[in-house]
């Protein structure tokens, strides 16, 4: 009998969730960044084998809510955390603490599914250090998700808890989002890469136009910000900056095409798109039903 279930990663702003996710599928699905709160929704990678399929999901790191974006952030965390089969609990071992997940994520109730406490980016750790955690939490998984560092241990924890089942998806899936997504994730890694500050954080990326059939792909694709001001820094001077964002999201989004990609950036104010619920459900955000309304 083969294994198959949903594994959620979860874990502060900058725990490694996302490049844990991209290590463990052997593909670059989630975008990576030094800047906190980079993940806005759940993204979904797929590890298969001859036995077991791991359905992976890297969440939105657990924060205080503090508008209206931040609570749809936490609910796609909370909907992973339920409908997990395994939870892989990863805390940055070398800032941080781990703390009661129920707690953290403002559940109302503790997760049915078990726990995996893993202690991520090891390698920033000294050998006394490494000592005192595991004596400290001997249950924990300590790993390097960047190195690769204790990888096989863990997938050997996380396949050992899977429930017995059927393949849930082909053998060759690595994901069940679409290209879309992945094109607009990877045009909001180029933004988090070329600005500072608070603009990163008021972009919200639509794809208007997906073209596969032709010949470079083309997309179309509009760059949301909040205030007018942000337009002026997202373009740059004679476009300089728009120009710079669309080559190296370009270099991102080839690989995964497959081919030559033409993107075709507009710059549009949605003002203030992060506190507004009919703003967030049109970009394609779930707000917790209170919110909704």
């Known amino acids: 009998m083969t294994k198959a279930g949903f594994v959620t990663i979860v874990g502060k702003p900058n725990a490694g969730k996302s490049t844990l996710l991209n290590r463990l599928v052997g593909e670059r699905l989630a975008i990576v960044s030094p800047k906190p709160q980079s993940t806005r929704d759940r993204v979904v990678g797929i590890l298969s084998n001859e036995t077991s399929q791991i359905v992976l999901f890297d969440t939105p790191g657990l924060l205080e809510p503090r508008y209206a974006l931040h609570r749809a952030m936490q609910h796609a965390a909370q909907k992973a955390i339920a409908d997990a089969d395994v939870i892989v609990h990863l805390v940055d071992a070398a800032d941080d603490t781990p703390a009661d997940l129920t707690a953290l994520a403002q559940l109302p109730a503790a997760p049915k599914a078990p726990i995996l406490l893993v202690l991520n980016k090891a390698d920033r750790l000294s050998d006394p250090q490494r000592a005192q955690l595991t004596a400290r939490y001997p249950e924990a998984l300590l790993i390097a998700g960047g190195q690769g560092e204790g990888i096989e241990s863990l997938l050997a924890a996380i396949r050992s808890r899977l429930p017995e089942s059927p393949f849930l998806y ?18 909001r890694e180029a933004v988090l890469e070329q600005l500072e500050d608070e603009v990163p954080y008021s972009i919200a990326v639509e794809i208007e136009e997906y073209r596969e059939t032709s010949s470079p792909v083309y997309i179309r694709a509009v760059l949301h910000v909040e205030r007018d001001s942000q337009k002026r820094i997202l373009i740059g001077a004679g476009g300089s900056r728009i120009k710079e964002i669309g080559r190296s999201a370009r270099s991102k989004i080839e690989p995964l095409v497959g081919g030559p990609v033409y993107l075709d950036l507009w710059v549009k104010e949605l003002h203030n ?21």
Do not use: C, H, I
């Open 273 to 293: 798109w992060r506190k507004n619920s009919a703003s967030l459900s049109r970009l394609g955000y779930r707000l917790p039903e209170t919110d909704a309304t």
């Open 170 to 187: 082909d053998a060759e899936d690595v994901s069940t989002q679409q290209m879309r997504f992945f094109v607009s994730e990877f045009l």
